[in-house]
Structures are given as structure tokens and as C-alpha cells.
Nanobody, 120 residues
Framework: QVQLVESGGGLVQAGGSLRLSCAASGRTFYAMGWFRQAPGKEREFVAVITSSGGRTLYSDSVKGRFTISRDNAKNTVYLQMNALKPEDTAVYYC???????????????WGQGTQVTVSS
């Protein structure tokens, strides 16, 4: 049974940092990504990383501020979020797929989500 479990969300002031973690169990995946969904908005792509860590993609809104990484020994992916802005407030979801994709429909497995709130 595949499970993705996120952790690390919370409340932070604008300009601060948070690190999200997502531990996968049940199998390994070619790529793991992060998405987010703000209230009243559609879920959107944030970042994705391949199993080797050699390829990453970021949305323009987080490029230069967020860094995705993974520890294959722990089957865990991380999202280091720096210079956070109030508009980064959302529920952040970890997801897994078998290609380097940035669209929701390509991801077969999802975590339960973790809330990130950035105060101004």
C-alpha cells in the first residue's frame, strides 16, 4: 500500500522559512513533486524532482526561493521554502509519479496535505 505523509507545515512571518518533508512508503517513484492549494483557488504545481535528483522543475512563482530535494535512502522528498510571502499561504501536497510532470493529472499518489500560513 502506497502512502505519502507530509510534515513541517505551520505559521511563519513573511520573509521566514519552513521546510516540508514527505515520506513515501510502499514503493519508489521516478519523480516526486509538491503542489499547493490556496482557499478558493485551484491546486497548482510548485516543484518536482527526479529520483536521481538530477532534474528539477519549479513554478515561476517560487523559483529562486524554494528548493526541492530528496533522500532516496529515506524515500523522502523535501521542500525548503525561503523568503516566504503571504501569497504562499496554502495547503501543500506531496505527490508521486513516474515521469517528470507538472500537471496534476499525471500524479497517481497524493499525501493528505500540510497547512502553510504566512503572516504579513
Amino acid at each position: 500500500q502506497v502512502q505519502l505523509v507530509e510534515s513541517g507545515g505551520g505559521l511563519v512571518q513573511a520573509g521566514g522559512s519552513l521546510r516540508l518533508s514527505c515520506a513515501a512508503s510502499g514503493r519508489t517513484f521516478y519523480a516526486m513533486g509538491w503542489f499547493r492549494q490556496a482557499p478558493g483557488k485551484e491546486r497548482e504545481f510548485v516543484a518536482v524532482i527526479t529520483s536521481s535528483g538530477g532534474r528539477t522543475l519549479y513554478s515561476d512563482s517560487v523559483k529562486g526561493r524554494f528548493t526541492i530535494s530528496r533522500d532516496n535512502a529515506k524515500n523522502t522528498v523535501y521542500l525548503q521554502m525561503n523568503a516566504l510571502k503571504p501569497e504562499d499561504t496554502a495547503v501543500y501536497y506531496c505527490a508521486a509519479t513516474d515521469g517528470l510532470y507538472y500537471t496534476l493529472d499525471k500524479y497517481d499518489y497524493w499525501g493528505q496535505g500540510t497547512q502553510v500560513t504566512v503572516s504579513s
